[in-house]
């Protein structure tokens, strides 16, 4: 594959994620003919080669979690979707698919057949991303037709989201739990297989693992963690764990000198307003030590003299320039492990969960303050639309869910 396109894939992968809720997680359906069946979807096949192709399209775009699986739920839901809207006479037409493919495309600033060509030279069929745009668009239109007459938006409820300074709408949080296992020079291997055996223990396993090998300070209540909105994860790790289902853990995932694996035990929304956020503001005091009893006492008694990053500095004075880290830095700039730590935090909050060069300097990590983009509330129609869209996006989701536990479904 040619330099630039793997950097068109990557372009791919970032337009995947950043897909509205209506059209993530759908799979290519292509031609089924001469190719032994995979999946039973009611009446409708799933080929093998079919899951081949979305195996392939979905390494392309370097998705985290069981790729395999994730595949095979993505075309079970496709034909969920399809069939769903063959009931209700809904068939997208040839320009609606040309248009949606070319509307597709351009988000990574392509044309359709750019877009096709880096497909096919990833070894992805033109046909698989052509019913990939059709399942989509059939599944939108659906939407609106079955979903749209229940979704009046109200001018108070316009007025209370402008008040609040953008869009109001379902924020979705997440309940999870961590475990972090430390990479020593030589046990690199061993630590994998650490970390596919807890794996395959399931959820039933991954609160009495966490105590017994998690170095995280979150091992004692077995690798519980709080509420976490999804807007406070970095965008790296919000990929991976909204690509889980409740109980799923996901695969191991290198964290600077740790490999660190999730349990999602519940998603959750809210009435607040979805925030994005464009900046985030902390600040990591390198403390020599690691997280020997010296040290976090040391860590404890500093925690309780500052109250704000800026009092840091008193804390830093004398000291060389690097043991003080202090920048405002876009959710993508910020390395996987801070980003963690981070989103668990409010303004002013600490944590000392984090070491550095081996174990051997402790982590002080501070926020400081976090900057949203407030950029959708530009008009009361575009607030409308917003609050509409999250409002079907929810309805969709709960109708699939109704489709999938009426569904017959056999693998083959």
Same mark, same amino acid.
Do not use: H
């Given at each position: 594959?040619? %330099? ?15 897909? /509205? ?16 069946? &995979? ?11 079919? $899951? ?16 395999? =699986?994730? &595949? ?16 209700? +006479?809904?068939?997208?037409? =040839? ?22 060509? &880096? ?14 745009? #059709? ?71 991954? +609160? ?10 979150? &091992? ?14 970095? /965008?790296? !790790? ?5 690509? $889980? ?59 309780? #003299? ?24 876009? /959710?993508?700039?910020? /390395? ?8 668990? !935090? ?43 869209? %999250? ?19 056999? %693998?083959?």
């Amino acid at each position: 594959m040619t %330099r630039r396109t793997e950097s068109i894939m990557r372009l791919i992968f970032r337009l995947i994620l950043s897909l /509205p809720l209506l059209l993530v997680g759908f799979a290519p359906i292509a031609s089924a003919q001469g190719f032994g069946p &995979a999946i039973k979807v009611n009446d409708l096949v799933v080929t093998r080669y079919e $899951l081949n192709q979305r195996i392939r399209m979905l390494n392309l775009f370097n998705t985290p979690g069981d790729v395999p =699986q994730v &595949a095979e739920q993505q075309l079970i839901d496709d034909r969920l979707r399809l069939q769903a809207a063959r009931e209700l +006479g809904i068939e997208p037409t =040839q320009e609606q698919i040309a248009d949606g493919m070319q509307e597709f495309a351009a988000r990574a600033n392509l044309t359709a057949d750019q877009f096709l060509t &880096a497909l096919q030279q990833g070894g992805v069929a033109a046909e698989t991303f052509r019913d990939f745009v #059709r399942a989509g668009v059939a599944w939108r239109d659906l939407v609106g037709a079955r979903f749209g007459s229940k979704v009046q938006i109200t001018e108070q409820q316009i007025d209370r989201a402008i008040a609040t300074g953008g869009a109001s709408g379902a924020t979705v949080q997440v309940l999870m739990s961590e475990i972090f296992l430390p990479v020593e020079p030589g046990n690199e291997e061993a630590t994998r297989q650490l970390a596919a055996q807890i794996r395959r223990g399931g959820a039933n396993g991954f +609160g009495s693992a966490a105590r017994e090998y998690s170095t995280a300070p979150t &091992a004692g209540a077995g690798g519980r963690v709080n509420w976490v909105p999804v807007s406070n994860l970095a /965008p790296q !790790l919000r990929s991976v764990i909204l690509g $889980l289902s409740p109980g799923q853990i996901s695969e191991p995932v290198e964290l600077d000198g740790q490999i660190a694996l999730f349990l999602l035990r519940a998603v959750e929304e809210t009435d607040s307003r979805a925030l994005t956020y464009t900046a985030v503001e902390y600040a990591a005091y390198y403390m020599p030590g690691g997280r020997s009893e010296q040290t976090l006492a040391q860590a404890a008694k500093i925690k309780a #003299r500052v109250d704000t990053c800026d009092d840091l500095y008193g804390i830093a004075k004398g000291q060389p320039a690097e043991v003080l880290d202090r920048g405002t830095k876009s /959710p993508n700039e910020i /390395p996987e492990d801070i980003a963690l730590e981070l989103a668990k !935090l409010d303004a002013g909050e600490v944590s000392t969960n984090l070491t550095r060069s081996n174990g051997q300097t402790l982590v002080f990590l501070m926020m400081c303050g976090r900057s949203m983009d407030l950029s959708g509330a530009v008009s009361r129609e575009g607030i409308a639309l917003d609050i509409q869209n %999250r409002r079907l996006a929810s309805f969709a989701e709960g109708y699939l869910q109704q489709l999938r536990s009426e569904a017959r479904i056999i %693998r083959y």
